[in-house]
């Protein structure tokens, strides 16, 4: 079909020009003597001016249609600040379209539910196709970096092996092995260290990975991610190959220039001051330790006390700010943050009426604070729960008080991590995965204090996103047997989970490292969106459901006993 140009690649230049387009047609205006259409295609919008001397068929909006005409100046910039527009010559009508139930228009207020199940209409929209244009780029531009750079794109299994990497796995019955089940990939975490094995050195891929995990804002049960590895490179020379990609991506997409080398902080530090270990440091409000102005009082003996410290906020904080303050504190176990304000060179308390605690600044103290200074404190045993605890309310007032410049960016590493951590259920698990190399100078802890054991992970964090984690491998079998033992896995279940992998290790495993990154949340950053779903072509909604097509959806009985899966009513009568 007949086309010379899309509407985003013609321009002052070509005036004078005739042309062939075919797009959408996003809005008509009937003038009498001029008709106006707005033309849509995958480059943007143009204007059509249809004069009384042309006839033209019946048009309507999204008709898809074919113009021939001429391009010229226009005084009128109203579409995408176009200095041009077509003259038509001729129309043809290349399919009609009803009504469309939704508005496609990007000042449109589409509820998402309704945008969710006519995901392929809202798409026409400019900025929902921008979006996903946006993520090709930058896959379009991992890929060029890569192949320059010796890394080989291998593809891995999709139908792959049950195994414990921190979230349910979705689960896919054999038919030919009934009873049995292949596991949907977390990640390609084995298979690309199982390359590494293989000798091939560099590897990518474009890997999609699958949770069933509970959802959010920026997390999906499907998820693309770039997933890289490579052999007999240190830390730092790994590092440093990933940030010449990052700043790559930045470039051929943001036209921004990153400074390299990244600043690195280290887990701890990052912790202690941002009270995150995907630290923002686009703004202040660091974490200061304020213990030494309280151990004069016999309830905080022994007791940890922080705090962050908000300019000229005293009298302006409202009682929604100090209800979502003390709703924070139950949430990372803490039993209340004490607020104080800075008056007459003392602190006060300020919300917390019931306690006296009264400080003299004029004692010598490191803080440099001013009156009408808000000072919000935490105290308790644990200190990365007062740490994360500030660390969410420092995040939540530099939003409120404007305190991020816009358009700007912060790309830093994250490293030092420790190997061990307890969750919720006082069990010990990795903190990144089982795989994670121990630094060498802690390994003597593993038999001794393994909470003291810091690892070579590093995670990439941007604007405080955590977009790629990474590290260095066990590539030792007796280290990695060991691991799996602090973690409870028996013999029996490091064998037939792992056992295969084992194996691989007695063979000459190089060391080695990778790191993968979400591409969704790395886009997500690229079009300062903070909703996953905008940059992802057909998402799921917020209960793993997608209301266009309607899955999940149940599976004829006869498909189930094929695949030896016995059907259990959960109508007693039945």
Same mark, same amino acid.
């Given at each position: 079909?007949?086309?010379?140009?899309?509407?985003?690649?013609?321009?002052?230049?070509?005036?004078?020009?005739?042309?062939?387009?075919?797009?959408?047609?996003?809005?008509?205006?009937?003038?009498?003597?001029?008709?106006?259409?707005?033309?849509?295609?995958?480059?943007?919008?143009?204007?059509?001016?249809?004069?009384?001397?042309?006839?033209?068929?019946?048009?309507?909006?999204?008709?898809?249609?074919?113009?021939?005409?001429?391009?010229?100046?226009?005084?009128?910039?109203?579409?995408?600040?176009?200095?041009?527009?077509?003259?038509?010559?001729?129309?043809?009508?290349?399919?009609?379209?009803?009504?469309?139930?939704?508005?496609?228009?990007?000042?449109?207020?589409?509820?998402?539910?309704?945008?969710?199940?006519?995901?392929?209409?809202?798409?026409?929209?400019?900025?929902?196709?921008?979006?996903?244009?946006?993520?090709?780029?930058?896959?379009?531009?991992?890929?060029?970096?890569?192949?320059?750079?010796?890394?080989?794109?291998?593809?891995?299994?999709?139908?792959?092996? &049950?195994?414990?990497?921190?979230?349910?796995?979705?689960?896919?019955?054999?038919?030919?092995?009934?009873?049995?089940?292949?596991?949907?990939?977390?990640?390609p975490q084995i298979y690309k260290q199982l390359l590494?094995?293989?000798?091939?050195?560099?590897?990518?891929?474009?890997?999609?990975?699958?949770?069933?995990?509970?959802l959010r804002a920026d997390r999906q049960p499907e998820?693309?991610?770039?997933?890289?590895?490579?052999?007999?490179?240190?830390?730092?020379?790994?590092?440093?190959?990933?940030?010449?990609?990052?700043?790559?991506?930045?470039?051929?997409?943001?036209?921004?220039?990153?400074?390299?080398?990244?600043?690195?902080?280290?887990?701890?530090?990052?912790?202690?001051?941002?009270?995150?270990?995907?630290?923002?440091?686009?703004?202040?409000?660091?974490?200061?330790?304020?213990?030494?102005?309280?151990?004069?009082?016999?309830?905080?003996?022994?007791?940890?006390?922080?705090?962050?410290?908000?300019?000229?906020?005293?009298?302006?904080? &409202?009682?929604?700010?100090?209800?979502?303050?003390?709703?924070?504190?139950?949430?990372?176990?803490?039993?209340?943050?004490?607020?104080?304000?800075?008056?007459?060179?003392?602190?006060?308390?300020?919300?917390?009426?019931?306690?006296?605690?009264?400080?003299?600044?004029?004692?010598?103290?490191?803080?440099?604070?001013?009156?009408?200074?808000?000072?919000?404190?935490?105290?308790?045993?644990?200190?990365?729960?007062?740490?994360?605890?500030?660390?969410?309310?420092?995040?939540?007032?530099?939003?409120?008080?404007?305190?991020?410049?816009?358009?700007?960016?912060?790309?830093?590493?994250?490293?030092?991590?420790?190997?061990?951590?307890?969750?919720?259920?006082?069990?010990?698990?990795?903190?990144?995965?089982?795989?994670?190399?121990?630094?060498?100078?802690?390994?003597?802890?593993? #038999?001794?204090?393994i909470f003291k054991v810091r690892s070579y992970a590093?995670?990439?964090?941007?604007?405080?996103?955590?977009?790629?984690?990474?590290?260095?491998?066990?590539?030792?079998?007796?280290?990695?047997?060991?691991?799996?033992?602090?973690? &409870?896995? &028996?013999?029996?279940?490091?064998?037939?989970?792992?056992?295969?992998?084992?194996?691989?290790?007695?063979?000459?495993?190089?060391?080695?490292?990778?790191?993968?990154?979400?591409?969704?949340?790395?886009?997500?950053?690229?079009? #300062?969106?903070?909703?996953?779903?905008?940059?992802?072509?057909?998402?799921?909604?917020?209960?793993?459901?997608?209301?266009?097509?309607?899955?999940?959806?149940?599976?004829?009985?006869?498909?189930?006993?094929?695949?030896?899966?016995?059907?259990?009513?959960?109508?007693?009568?039945?």
């Amino acid at each position: 079909m007949e086309r010379s140009n899309y509407t985003n690649n013609l321009s002052i230049k070509d005036v004078g020009k005739n042309v062939v387009l075919i797009g959408w047609v996003a809005k008509k205006r009937n003038l009498g003597s001029l008709i106006f259409i707005d033309l849509r295609d995958i480059g943007g919008l143009i204007q059509i001016v249809v004069k009384n001397n042309i006839n033209i068929p019946d048009i309507h909006n999204e008709y898809i249609i074919q113009v021939y005409g001429t391009v010229a100046a226009k005084k009128n910039n109203s579409i995408e600040k176009k200095q041009i527009e077509i003259i038509a010559n001729k129309i043809n009508i290349i399919n009609t379209a009803e009504t469309p139930p939704i508005v496609i228009d990007d000042k449109a207020n589409i509820l998402e539910e309704i945008k969710l199940k006519y995901r392929y209409l809202d798409l026409r929209r400019p900025n929902s196709k921008k979006y996903i244009i946006v993520r090709s780029k930058i896959i379009k531009t991992i890929r060029d970096f890569l192949d320059k750079n010796n890394f080989l794109e291998i593809e891995t299994p999709i139908l792959t092996k &049950s195994t414990p990497e921190g979230s349910r796995d979705f689960l896919v019955p054999s038919r030919l092995h009934q009873g049995c089940f292949y596991a949907l990939p977390q990640s390609p975490q084995i298979y690309k260290q199982l390359l590494m094995i293989a000798g091939f050195e560099r590897y990518y891929q474009i890997a999609r990975c699958f949770r069933d995990e509970d959802l959010r804002a920026d997390r999906q049960p499907e998820f693309t991610q770039i997933d890289i590895e490579a052999s007999f490179l240190s830390e730092g020379s790994f590092r440093k190959i990933i940030e010449k990609l990052i700043a790559e991506i930045f470039k051929n997409i943001k036209n921004f220039n990153i400074v390299l080398p990244l600043k690195t902080i280290s887990y701890e530090d990052a912790v202690n001051n941002y009270g995150s270990d995907k630290p923002d440091t686009r703004y202040s409000l660091k974490i200061q330790d304020i213990t030494n102005l309280f151990n004069k009082f016999a309830f905080f003996e022994k007791k940890i006390v922080k705090c962050i410290i908000i300019e000229n906020f005293a009298n302006k904080i &409202s009682e929604d700010d100090v209800k979502f303050v003390q709703l924070q504190a139950k949430k990372f176990f803490l039993k209340e943050f004490l607020l104080f304000k800075v008056e007459n060179n003392k602190i006060e308390n300020f919300y917390n009426k019931n306690n006296n605690y009264q400080i003299d600044l004029n004692k010598k103290v490191e803080l440099k604070i001013k009156n009408n200074n808000l000072i919000i404190a935490a105290y308790g045993y644990n200190n990365k729960n007062i740490c994360f605890g500030l660390g969410s309310l420092r995040t939540y007032f530099a939003n409120k008080l404007n305190l991020i410049k816009e358009n700007t960016f912060d790309i830093l590493w994250v490293n030092d991590f420790p190997l061990f951590e307890k969750n919720q259920n006082n069990e010990i698990t990795s903190t990144h995965h089982p795989f994670t190399r121990p630094k060498d100078e802690d390994l003597k802890f593993l #038999n001794t204090n393994i909470f003291k054991v810091r690892s070579y992970a590093f995670d990439l964090v941007i604007n405080g996103s955590e977009v790629g984690g990474g590290s260095l491998r066990i590539f030792d079998k007796n280290i990695q047997r060991k691991i799996f033992s602090i973690l &409870s896995l &028996s013999e029996e279940e490091i064998n037939n989970k792992f056992g295969f992998f084992i194996d691989a290790l007695k063979y000459g495993t190089p060391p080695h490292g990778g790191i993968a990154f979400g591409i969704e949340r790395l886009t997500m950053i690229l079009c #300062n969106t903070n909703n996953i779903k905008e940059v992802i072509a057909f998402p799921k909604n917020l209960s793993a459901s997608c209301p266009m097509c309607g899955t999940p959806t149940s599976v004829d009985n006869n498909q189930l006993k094929e695949l030896g899966i016995k059907i259990i009513s959960k109508n007693k009568e039945n």
